[in-house]
């Protein structure tokens, strides 16, 4: 049940006390295979360079200890991997990890890393930083490089960090993105214009958002997206038709993993009036986000809908689509987003509350992130 596939030590300009990071194996290292997790690909060649957020957090002095397990293929919610092994929920064993990410959120939650990286296409960075308890970044589509990163197109998947405070994150995102500003994303916003999207969600989970809100002292007012729901849908046909395209041939190799092969015949079905359908709802839903935040800063909504299920239940068959009902959207429309984990009354388990802000405004997204963690940590 490791987080990791493969552990080393890579280091380019480290200070002996340099900070450590995990990489997604979907994500290029030189001399490594980039398998995705996949038996169907556990013979591919290694890697002759790394991917260039690999190499910008070398030059930037970072120590890279190895590639995370993951979801076979990015595709699929619960992280449970049966050729590489599932990797462990810290915040319960029993629990899912979530995918694709669960390597990456695993080994930061376990205190192995301080920080990791991973890949967010349809909510796979912030589902598993939820279910795991840790802090998760998807930036502005198309902001980080994805040079290097599986699969190579794309109309969806963002690279993001994962760690367990907000300093950490900022740093990531300055290694990984030269445009990143540490000023703007460690500034005061007590002033920030906060809506508060009303979603249905399990009752603990919108108390554990709306209480955390409290404790930041940021005024919030309600609002709703009327594409929300259409978004999620759009959001799977797009993924399914783009993860076909990328994997689509594995299917002959006989190797996949059963999930993961049925998934991809599903997929196949997606047709061009499907995708026609995903983009014009791609545009409704980006609108409405951008109208919604012309009036407001960032959007404040629960990352999950509930608590992550059990592996067992997994396994036998309950569905975890609906995990991805309120971070999807945010894909398909472009804009930044976040998880960061708050207190759940009556149980040790760790709510996740998205903060969405508007395109290339990824500094203010932080900046709010980092108020709310500030204002919970000053009241435990």
């Known amino acids: 049940m490791s987080a990791f596939l493969h552990e080393f030590d890579l280091i380019a300009h480290a200070r002996p006390d340099a900070p450590t990071i995990a990489i997604k194996d979907s994500i290029d290292i030189a001399g490594y295979a980039t398998t995705a997790a996949s038996c169907a690909l556990a013979d591919a060649p290694p890697a002759t360079r790394h991917a260039e957020v690999a190499q910008r957090l070398l030059d930037a002095g970072w120590r890279i200890t190895g590639k995370t397990n ?7 919610m619960t992280g449970i991997n049966d050729f590489c092994g599932t990797p462990r929920n810290p915040q319960d064993a029993a629990r899912i990890p979530g995918g694709s990410s669960s390597g990456s959120a695993s080994a930061v939650g376990l205190h192995l890393v301080d920080a990791a990286l991973g890949t967010d296409t349809g909510g796979s960075v912030r589902g598993p930083a939820a279910c795991c308890g840790v802090i998760g970044l998807k930036p502005t589509f198309g902001r980080v490089s994805r040079d290097g990163v599986a699969p190579r197109e794309t109309t969806l998947d963002c690279v993001g960090p994962f ?10 995102m300055l290694a990984i993105d030269p445009s990143f500003q540490a000023g703007r ?8 214009r906060v809506a508060m999207l009303h979603v249905d969600a399990d009752d603990n989970i919108r108390h554990a958002v709306a209480s955390a809100m409290t404790r930041s002292g940021l005024s919030t007012r309600p609002v709703a997206l009327a594409s929300m729901r259409d978004a999620f849908a759009a959001g799977l046909a797009v993924i399914n038709a783009e993860t076909w395209r990328a994997f689509g041939h594995l299917i002959d190799t006989g190797k996949l993993g059963a999930d993961i092969e049925a998934r991809l015949r599903a997929a196949a079905n997606t047709n061009a009036a499907d995708l026609e359908n995903a983009e014009r709802i791609r545009r409704a839903i980006t609108d409405e986000v951008d109208r919604t935040l012309d009036d407001a800063d960032v959007l404040i909504l629960p990352t999950l809908p509930s608590l992550p299920i059990t592996i067992e239940a997994a396994r036998a068959g309950t569905s975890v689509i609906a ?7 945010f894909n398909l429309s472009g804009h930044p987003a976040i998880t960061l984990p708050v207190p759940i009354n ?6 996740g509350l998205q903060i969405v802000g508007r395109k290339g405004e990824d500094e203010t997204v ?6 709310i963690e500030s204002a919970l940590a000053s009241n435990e």
């Open 185 to 192: 994303a460690r500034r005061d916003v007590a002033n920030a």
């Open 70 to 76: 993951m979801h076979e293929l990015a595709f699929g």
């Open 323 to 329: 995990m991805s009902s309120l971070i999807r959207p």
């Open 346 to 351: 009556g149980t040790h388990m760790k709510a």
């Open 163 to 172: 760690a367990r405070d907000m300093n950490t994150i900022i740093d990531v």
């Open 366 to 371: 932080c900046a709010v992130a980092a108020r």
